[in-house]
């Protein structure tokens, strides 16, 4: 396959996806991990009937009268983490916490703002002897019942699903295994941040772009470093590398100093695709190496790298992972009027906002080349326009993919 479309080179992309593997972790490092199996619950939460407030758990009849006010006896309490573990008859209350569970006499909790209490009696006020007030009672089982599945195979772990999770009473949690991916440079016009480069040189950017996704996305990176335009080094860095999947950035186009292909091929390489029809990021390739590892050729344009890697690594790395394929784009509507999209998909860096009538609304920045680092740095969306797109109104609904912006 040569110069294939978007929507093939992420189906190929799919396909040459590692298998996933399992593994456990502690709870404690479970941040961001994709879950390898279900997480059921083992029992109800709350396990009883839990008081909602501080006050009096009572049986509701024992609030039914003609008076204005109520009189009952306390006789205990319930604390969280104590429980009342007596009967309660008609004429009777215990004082209760919240959190605390609920003796199995009562059905109702009457808050303490609405009890006039003294020594171990206490009046119930009118606005507490309500017969269809709030009881105050969390059910057992009212979060979630014993056997219930919480959450799903492929689901990725954030902070509120870690707590679904605690709540569960897990402390160790079945992950799959990351990834490994390993990023490499090539041109003999980069040098590292930090060191000083010749007139003709400049820094290299896009590697520290791209490792941050890797372990956004859920890989596990590491940096091979910067090669020269030399083939011999660009095979030899190649062939001691172990990892699931080499990325490397640059070269990767048809110049004369464009080696990073020939160097795969000394290594076997069979390509999937030879690169894709989008903009940016032509000079996109994807297949493995005789060793079974696979390679992803990104451009060396830092927009062009980036596009491709929010694009094909992402798309990997949640294969890789055994995450469901979803789409990632919204509606917006665009503030400015938009060029035609030639004949390649094209991914637009945009701003999002809204209008005051509430619209999302997308604005494309004004200079879209695929060297520049500063716009990116900007963005935080990339518009998309299918293949030939004509050109487009302000107020023009179209695509937006939103980027992973902390
Ligand atoms: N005659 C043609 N020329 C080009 C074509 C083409 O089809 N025919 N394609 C163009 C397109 S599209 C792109 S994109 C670039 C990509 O080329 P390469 O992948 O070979 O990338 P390089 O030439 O190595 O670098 C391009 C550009 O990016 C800078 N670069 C590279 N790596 C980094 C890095 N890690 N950090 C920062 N900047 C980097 C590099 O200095 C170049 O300026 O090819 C077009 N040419
Ligand atoms: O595809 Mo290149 O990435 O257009 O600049």
């Given at each position: 396959?040569?110069?294939?479309?978007?929507?093939?080179?992420?189906?190929?992309?799919?396909?040459?996806?590692?298998?996933?593997?399992?593994?456990?972790?502690?709870?404690?490092?479970?941040?961001?991990?994709?879950?390898?199996?279900?997480?059921?619950?083992?029992?109800?939460?709350?396990?009883?009937?839990?008081?909602?407030?501080?006050?009096?758990?009572?049986?509701?009849?024992?609030?039914?009268?003609?008076?204005?006010?109520?009189?009952?006896?306390?006789?205990?309490?319930?604390?969280?983490?104590?429980?009342?573990?007596?009967?309660?008859?008609?004429?009777?209350?215990?004082?209760?916490?919240?959190?605390?569970?609920?003796?199995?006499?009562?059905?109702?909790?009457?808050?303490?703002?609405?009890?006039?209490?003294?020594?171990?009696?206490?009046?119930?006020?009118?606005?507490?002897?309500?017969?269809?007030?709030?009881?105050?009672?969390?059910?057992?089982?009212?979060?979630?019942?014993?056997?219930?599945?919480?959450?799903?195979?492929?689901?990725?772990?954030?902070?509120?699903?870690?707590?679904?999770?605690?709540?569960?009473?897990?402390?160790?949690?079945?992950?799959?295994?990351?990834?490994?991916i390993?990023v490499?440079?090539?041109?003999?016009?980069?040098?590292?941040?930090?060191?000083?480069?010749?007139?003709?040189?400049?820094?290299?950017?896009?590697?520290?772009?791209l490792?941050?996704?890797?372990?956004?996305?859920?890989?596990?990176?590491?940096?091979?470093?910067?090669?020269?335009?030399?083939?011999?080094?660009?095979?030899?860095?190649?062939?001691?590398?172990?990892?699931?999947l080499i990325v490397t950035?640059?070269?990767?186009?048809?110049?004369?100093?464009?080696?990073?292909?020939?160097?795969?091929?000394?290594?076997?390489?069979?390509?999937?695709?030879?690169?894709?029809?989008?903009?940016?990021?032509?000079?996109?390739?994807?297949?493995?190496?005789?060793?079974?590892?696979?390679?992803l050729?990104l451009?060396?344009?830092?927009?062009?790298?980036?596009?491709?890697?929010?694009?094909?690594l992402?798309?990997?790395?949640?294969?890789?992972?055994?995450?469901?394929?979803?789409?990632?784009?919204?509606?917006?509507?665009?503030?400015?009027?938009?060029?035609?999209?030639?004949?390649?998909?094209?991914?637009?860096?945009?701003?999002?906002?809204?209008?005051?009538?509430?619209?999302?609304?997308?604005?494309?920045?004004?200079?879209?080349?695929?060297?520049?680092?500063?716009?990116?740095?900007?963005?935080?969306?990339?518009?998309?326009?299918?293949?030939?797109?004509?050109?487009?109104?302000?107020?023009?609904?179209?695509?937006?993919?939103?980027?992973?912006?902390?």
């Amino acid at each position: 396959m040569k110069n294939v479309a978007v929507d093939v080179a992420l189906a190929a992309v799919r396909q040459g996806a590692i298998s996933p593997v399992a593994e456990p972790v502690p709870l404690a490092k479970a941040m961001g991990r994709v879950l390898a199996e279900a997480v059921l619950a083992g029992r109800d939460q709350p396990p009883f009937n839990a008081s909602a407030m501080d006050g009096y758990a009572v049986r509701r009849d024992s609030l039914k009268t003609k008076a204005k006010q109520v009189t009952l006896h306390v006789v205990g309490e319930s604390a969280a983490g104590r429980a009342y573990a007596g009967r309660v008859a008609a004429g009777e209350a215990v004082r209760i916490f919240t959190g605390a569970p609920v003796p199995a006499d009562c059905d109702a909790v009457v808050i303490q703002e609405n009890v006039v209490r003294q020594a171990d009696v206490i009046d119930v006020l009118p606005d507490g002897c309500k017969p269809d007030g709030p009881s105050h009672i969390r059910k057992a089982g009212q979060d979630f019942k014993a056997g219930d599945t919480l959450l799903e195979p492929g689901q990725r772990l954030d902070p509120w699903r870690l707590s679904l999770v605690a709540a569960a009473g897990l402390d160790t949690v079945p992950v799959r295994k990351r990834p490994r991916i390993a990023v490499l440079c090539t041109g003999d016009e980069l040098v590292l941040p930090g060191q000083t480069p010749k007139p003709d040189q400049i820094y290299e950017s896009a590697s520290h772009a791209l490792m941050a996704l890797i372990k956004q996305w859920g890989g596990k990176a590491s940096y091979l470093g910067v090669e020269g335009d030399d083939a011999r080094a660009l095979h030899k860095a190649l062939k001691k590398t172990k990892a699931d999947l080499i990325v490397t950035v640059g070269g990767a186009s048809v110049g004369d100093y464009d080696l990073v292909r020939p160097a795969l091929e000394k290594l076997g390489l069979a390509l999937d695709f030879a690169s894709v029809a989008v903009k940016p990021g032509k000079p996109t390739s994807f297949g493995r190496l005789t060793d079974g590892t696979r390679i992803l050729s990104l451009p060396g344009n830092p927009a062009s790298a980036f596009v491709t890697a929010q694009l094909f690594l992402k798309a990997w790395i949640e294969a890789s992972l055994g995450m469901p394929e979803t789409s990632p784009f919204i509606t917006a509507v665009t503030q400015g009027p938009l060029s035609a999209a030639g004949p390649r998909e094209s991914y637009l860096r945009a701003k999002i906002g809204s209008s005051l009538q509430g619209q999302l609304q997308v604005t494309a920045f004004d200079d879209q080349d695929s060297s520049l680092v500063s716009v990116f740095a900007r963005a935080d969306a990339l518009i998309r326009l299918p293949a030939n797109t004509l050109p487009q109104n302000a107020g023009a609904r179209v695509e937006v993919l939103p980027l992973d912006r902390l």
